[in-house]
């Protein structure tokens, strides 16, 4: 099957369909197969969205298995418990730093591995 021609939504030959799809339109086909010799119209859709979140930064920082210095160097938060001040201060004096709007200790994924702590990163990204 070949591409005969690709339109982005809006342009002539797209309308009825953006009239029925909306913004997820993303692309109008116009194709031909060869075997059946038969024209076709093939649309591209967005059947789902979502915002890059924490875990998705990790996951496209890691590759085979491997953390990148960069993956290392990224914070993560902790939930840590109001009442661990024993560990709130190891965290804090490896550099940790709280947020109270989040109520999360911030701190470096290899710090954080160090400190045996990846078991509490919140937001999925171990």
Known sequence: MRTLRTLKPGQKGTRNLVARHGASLVFVRYRYD???REHLKT???VVHRRS???EAEC???E????RSAVAAARSVALRIGLRERDLQRRVKSAGGRWDPVRRVWFLKRDVAERLDLL???VG???
């Open 63 to 66: 590759t085979a298995g491997r």
């Open 43 to 45: 649309v591209e859709l």
């Open 59 to 61: 996951a496209a920082s």
């Open 119 to 121: 078991h509490r990163i």
């Open 34 to 36: 060869e075997a059946t």
């Open 52 to 54: 890059r979140d924490r």
């Open 124 to 126: 999925g990204c171990v």
